[in-house]
């Protein structure tokens, strides 16, 4: 065995034994005594993102914009997507922003976020599902279903709306919007009957709301759940299966121009 | 002193274990390599975009989505919701937190590594060093010299962390040489953000500190170093207590994997924080992940590493001059 070739091994060890120890003692005291730095957040949207010839779909909203219930998971987004894949010779990018649960006063927050606002920036078609966990509560709402409460719930509503419209304007104002409304998932109950009169009002003043704003259409659901809603719902009755979402999808389509 | 050592390192060598181990490490680096690309590539698919403010802002999406899952435990959404507030931090600051390139590559291997594969090859080299003498019978030939038995044992373990050292470079030059054939070489001077600590309330950024990835890197390599050097120790201590090389790997495997999966699983029962294995994820501290029982810290671990570590020399030392060689 060379004895350089031993020689130059284990000096070389060495060394490096030496540096990991500088790491690990640098390590200790960095982490109990380095100083925090004050880090400028980011918060100006100016970074022009560069417009690419693709068509850019952003969705936001609640569970519907997920795809809660489908068992594909595709949800209306997602065959609406296929749908304009098909048609459209353009290359078509999806942002799914949509969050389960989320409710009008929780978009509010997520619309200011920079990155959110980045996105709509960008897009050239804004879909926004809302206001099924304002005013259902997941089902809840339904046991402690009082007038004067709907009433204000609603109110709030549309104020947060105004707000977020607003905001999606203020980022990007090429882009058609489309607001899909309502539908009753309880309409088979027993206050199925009442219950249907608070949510054709509900979406009553969601589409004037939408009226206000330039390219922001209205899309009415209601209707298409009305007759034979158990056959669109998905098993937990609230959220609609793939049926229900292709109605939703298919709605969204017939709007779209070229 | 120095003849014993130079006469362990031929030992060392000649055995060509290194060799063995940079093989396996390069194998390994290759195909993480290949799964990397494979997962940008179908994320570039998937997203439409290379933009990673566009992927995080996706992933945080998800963590989102998932926490309002009414089906997953509160741990786990404690979890997610760190890993998230973590997330957005980087977005807010608009600082990406895998800049691509070999150096991040090889920030994310040792970090993934640390826990199971650095010392898995450590064990490689350390379990036999001992017990080989004994099964190959020459350890009456080395103990017959005219040398104190403590000092051979020294010659040993000095050797054994200079191999280790050696090791912990191999991994960090190979993962960085192999991984920059795909990813590139540049990367050294991305900003990391270190000094996020995880408290009951969540994710806390009091202190969080800007450093480059290179001195992140650094410390990240003492740290590996650090569990290398303790698990080479326990495992030492296990090749001068058990004659048999197998056996002694056994029981040394069996307490990392036991570590791996106590990790997930102990956060409930709290004085397993006392186990060396359960301690061995020390890069955790550094980037913000929480620990597996809560109230652990940098230094407990470190200390509850320390003395395992002294307890194992103290026994290796005390049973070798003790014990009879026939």
Not at chain 1, 19 to 47: C, F, S
Not at chain 1, 76 to 85: A, N, P, R, W
Not at chain 2, 20 to 25: D, H, L, N, P, S
Request: glycine share 6%; net charge neutral; with cysteine.
């Amino acid at each position: 065995m060379n004895k350089k070739v031993i020689k130059s091994v284990t000096l070389i060890s060495v060394i490096f034994c030496l540096l990991w120890l500088v790491g690990l003692g640098w390590a200790v005291t960095e982490y109990y005594a380095g100083k925090p730095d004050k880090i400028q957040e980011k918060t100006n949207v100016e970074r022009k993102t560069e417009k690419k010839d693709d068509l850019h779909i952003v969705a936001i909203g609640d569970s519907l914009t997920r795809g809660t219930g489908d068992e594909t998971g595709k949800g209306y987004v997602g065959f609406l997507l296929d749908e304009i894949k098909e048609k459209s010779k353009q290359d078509v990018r999806l942002t799914n922003l949509g969050i389960s649960g989320q409710e009008s006063d929780q978009l509010k927050e997520q619309i200011q976020q920079t990155e959110v606002k980045r996105q709509l920036q960008s897009a050239d078609m804004i879909l926004v599902t809302m206001g099924g966990n304002d005013l259902f509560r997941g089902g809840q709402g339904l046991l402690e279903f009082e007038n004067a409460d709907i009433e204000e719930i609603e109110k709030k509503f549309l104020e947060n709306m105004n707000f977020i419209f607003q905001q999606i304007r203020a980022s990007n104002s090429e882009a058609n919007v489309f607001f899909i409304g309502l539908y009753n998932p309880f309409s088979d109950l027993e206050q199925g009957k009442e219950m249907s009169a608070v949510v054709r009002h509900w979406n009553y003043q969601s589409a004037e709301l939408s009226a206000a704003f330039p390219k922001m259409v209205f899309v009415p659901t209601f209707d298409l759940f009305e007759l034979k809603v158990n056959d669109y719902l998905y098993t937990d009755k609230f959220h609609p299966n793939t049926k229900g979402y292709r109605l939703i999808a298919e709605r969204v389509a017939s709007l779209l121009t070229w | 002193m120095n003849k014993l050592i130079q006469n362990e390192m031929m030992k060392l060598i000649a055995k060509k274990r290194l060799v063995v181990i940079a093989i396996i490490i390069g194998i390994l680096v290759a195909l993480f390599t290949y799964a990397q690309f494979k997962e940008n590539e179908r994320q570039r698919e998937k997203l439409g975009t290379d933009d990673w403010r566009t992927i995080i802002q996706q992933t945080i999406i998800d963590q989102q989505n998932r926490i309002s899952s009414p089906r997953i435990s509160d741990e786990w959404k404690q979890q997610l919701q760190i890993a998230l507030q973590q997330n957005q931090y980087y977005l807010d600051h608009d600082i990406n937190p895998s800049e691509p390139g070999a150096p991040t590559f090889m920030r994310i291997f040792l970090e993934n590594s640390i826990e199971l594969f650095i010392p898995l090859m450590v064990m490689v080299i350390a379990s036999d060093i001992v017990s080989s003498e004994h099964s190959q019978g020459s350890i009456k030939l080395l103990l017959t010299r005219p040398v104190k038995r403590w000092k051979v044992l020294l010659s040993k373990y000095i050797t054994l962390i200079l191999a280790i050292s050696l090791i912990v470079a191999i991994a960090g030059l190979l993962s960085y040489s192999i991984s920059g054939l795909v990813f590139g070489y540049k990367g050294w001077g991305a900003p990391v953000l270190t000094g996020f600590s995880v408290t009951d309330a969540g994710l806390n950024t009091a202190s969080v500190k800007l450093i480059d990835q290179w001195q992140f890197l650094l410390m990240d390599f003492g740290l590996v170093w650090l569990v290398a050097i303790v698990v080479g120790t326990l495992s030492f201590m296990l090749s001068v207590l058990i004659r048999s090389t197998a056996a002694g790997m056994g029981v040394m495997l069996a307490a990392l994997i036991a570590g791996a999966i106590l990790s997930n699983m102990v956060s409930s029962w709290e004085s397993a924080k006392y186990f060396f294995m359960v301690n061995l994820k020390l890069t955790n501290y550094m980037n913000g992940n929480p620990p597996p029982i809560e109230g652990m810290t940098l230094s407990f671990s470190m200390m509850v590493l320390l003395i395992w570590w002294a307890a194992g020399l103290f026994v290796s030392f005390y049973v070798f001059t003790k014990k009879d060689v026939y």
